[in-house]
Every structure is written in C-alpha cells, then in structure tokens.
C-alpha cells in the first residue's frame, strides 16, 4: 500500500489512510488519539487542514475530493465527494455519499447532507439533486473510475513534527522575538517585526508577516493554528492578548484582539478593526475593517453581527492544542 505525500505536507499523530490517498502541498492532518480516518484514493489539495478528536472524530470515504483551502474539523464525509476550494466541515457534521459543494461552502456542526445533494452557500443550503450530467463530471475527475474497494484496507501513518524550530526571519534590522517557552512548529514561517510571548504555540503552516508594516505583538498562552495567516496594513499594529486561541485556516489582519478571545475556523479579521475580551468569533466570519466590537460578544456572519453575549470565560475548543 502507498500513500503519496508531498514534502511539505504535515501529517501529525495517528492516522489511518486507504491505498492511493493523496495529501498535497501546504496540506495539514492532525489526529488526536487516532481520530482521522481517510478512504483510498481520496485527494486532499493544497493548504487544507483536517483536525479529528476523540469527541469529533474526522472520517472520509473512498475517492473524495478536497480543493484547496478546505477545513474540516470534526466531520463525516462520505464517497465520491467533490468539495471546492475553501469550503468549510464543523464538528459533528455528515456528509453523504456523491455530494457536491461549491466553493467557500459552510456546513455547520450537526448539520446533515443526505447522498446525492449539491450544496452552496454559509451555512450550505442544498440548491438540488445530483444529475447525470453531475455524475458525469465526478466520474471523469477520477479518471472515469468510480468504483469502490470492498475491502479498502487501511494503513496507519505514525505522524510527526520534527524537533526543530520553524523558520524565523529577519527584516531590515528586525528579527522575531520568541520567547523561551513558546512553541513553533517547524512549518511555521515568522518574518520581522513580531513578538512572541510565553507558553504561545504556532501551528504548522503558520505565517506571520511583520516586514515593513509593524509591529505584531502577540501575547502569553496564544495558540494560532494551523495554515493561519497574520499580516498588517501600513502603519498599524496587530496585537493579540494574552490566552487568544486562532482557529485553523484565519486571516487575522492589523487589528486588536483582547483576552480569552476564541476565532474559530476561516475566519477573516480585517485591519484597525477592535475585538474586546472574551469575544468569540464563529466560523467563517467575516469582521470587517474599523469594526468594533465590546467584550463578551458573539460574532457571526459575512460582515460579522454580534448574535448574543458569553456568559463565562472561553474555554479553549477540543480541536486546540491540549494545555
């Protein structure tokens, strides 16, 4: 049994994979006590991360397709799908078998996608039911093979992070500080004007850019996961307090963000906008520039809306990293 992995690919804890599944470029597998399972032939493109638990597992069926930039936490997904770029799977979600989804595609947690559906839209919507024309293009995108192992046995891949820094990079006369106890997977890439304080974990595949434009400050017991990106406009700052946790796949520009705040998955935070504390900012949502926002608030929506008021501390998502 093969599978094909590219370089610069991260595959991280247990996970089992069928004959032939395919992992690209950027792509990033985190299992957390064997909870990523992934059918034959299936083909993970570029920059995509798929996180599974023990309390959501991640389970993809045979010859399934992912475009890239595609964020799967916690969800089922059957056969012979054919997912778009950034499309976005919640924990508890199921997916059935032929489905289609457009690109950007939500589907939210515990949501139900019944086999032969075309899905579009956050949160994905089914807009009809799969034609033959649609069968024909799934077909042809396997190379006019669609059938399925009976016995798609499974291998499972010992994933690791090798014992190394990631890269950190100097700007004119600045060069990341990163504090002793911080972690850096070795994925990671830090330019120039960023500070990095204690017991903070960057994620593979994270960018953080402080070149010209400066500084990025970020606080003590952050996570910021995995394919993340950090950048900043001109004379601004990004400034992250202290026990923020970032969701996989974000955009986090030039803004403010205050303590204990959760930004879960593919969400965009956009320059001089303002977060307070405890603000959790749902998945896929879209804060808009010079948007401010108080503490305790619940965002959600393309631009965000605040949908109602935390009533404790955040806790941190079981698809972060364990404290």
């Known amino acids: 049994m093969t599978l094909k992995i590219d370089s610069s690919a991260r595959l991280i804890g247990k996970i089992?994979?069928?004959?032939?599944?395919?992992?690209?470029?950027?792509?990033?597998i985190r299992s957390i006590g064997e909870a990523v399972t992934i059918g034959g032939s299936s083909m993970i493109l570029e920059n995509s991360v798929l996180?599974?638990?023990?309390?959501?597992?991640?389970?993809?069926?045979?010859?399934?397709?992912?475009?890239?930039?595609?964020?799967?936490?916690?969800?089922?997904?059957?056969?012979?799908?054919?997912?778009?770029?950034?499309?976005?799977?919640?924990?508890?979600?199921?997916?059935?078998?032929?489905c289609i989804f457009g690109e950007g595609t939500m589907i939210e947690s515990n949501q139900v996608i019944p086999d032969g559906s075309v899905v579009v839209g956050r949160p994905?919507?089914?807009?009809?039911?799969?034609?033959?024309?649609?069968?024909?293009?799934?077909?042809?995108?396997?190379?006019?093979?669609?059938?399925?192992?009976?016995?798609?046995e499974k291998i499972?891949?010992?994933?690791?992070?090798?014992?190394?820094?990631?890269?950190?990079?100097?700007?004119?006369?600045?060069?990341?500080?990163?504090?002793?106890?911080?972690?850096?997977?070795?994925?990671?890439?830090?330019?120039?004007?960023?500070?990095?304080?204690e017991n903070t974990i960057i994620g593979s595949g994270v960018r953080i850019i402080g070149n010209s434009h400066g500084p990025v400050i970020i606080g003590n017991n952050v996570q910021i996961l995995e394919n993340t990106v950090l950048h900043l406009l001109p004379d601004n700052r990004l400034v992250i307090a202290d026990d923020v946790t970032i969701g996989p796949g974000c955009m986090i520009h030039g803004t403010t963000i205050g303590k204990h705040c959760v930004i879960e998955s593919g969400s965009i935070v956009c320059d001089y906008s303002a977060l307070g504390d405890n603000v959790l900012v749902t998945a896929g949502t879209l804060v808009k520039q010079r948007s401010t926002f108080e503490d305790n608030q619940i965002l959600e929506g393309f631009p965000a809306k605040s949908i109602g008021h935390n009533q404790a501390i955040l806790s941190r998502p079981d698809w972060a990293f364990s404290d």
């Open 16 to 28: 089992k994979a069928g004959h032939n599944s395919y992992f690209a470029q950027g792509t990033i």
């Open 51 to 98: 996180i599974g638990t023990p309390e959501h597992p991640v389970v993809v069926g045979q010859k399934t397709v992912f475009g890239h930039r595609c964020l799967v936490l916690g969800a089922t997904i059957g056969d012979l799908c054919e997912i778009g770029n950034s499309s976005i799977f919640l924990p508890g979600c199921v997916v059935g078998k032929m």
């Open 124 to 152: 994905g919507r089914i807009i009809r039911r799969l034609t033959e024309d649609d069968i024909a293009m799934i077909t042809r995108m396997r190379g006019g093979d669609i059938q399925l192992n009976d016995n798609d």
């Open 156 to 197: 499972t891949h010992e994933g690791y992070v090798e014992d190394k820094m990631g890269q950190l990079y100097p700007y004119r006369d600045k060069m990341p500080q990163v504090a002793e106890t911080a972690r850096i997977f070795d994925s990671a890439e830090i330019t120039g004007d960023v500070i990095i304080g």
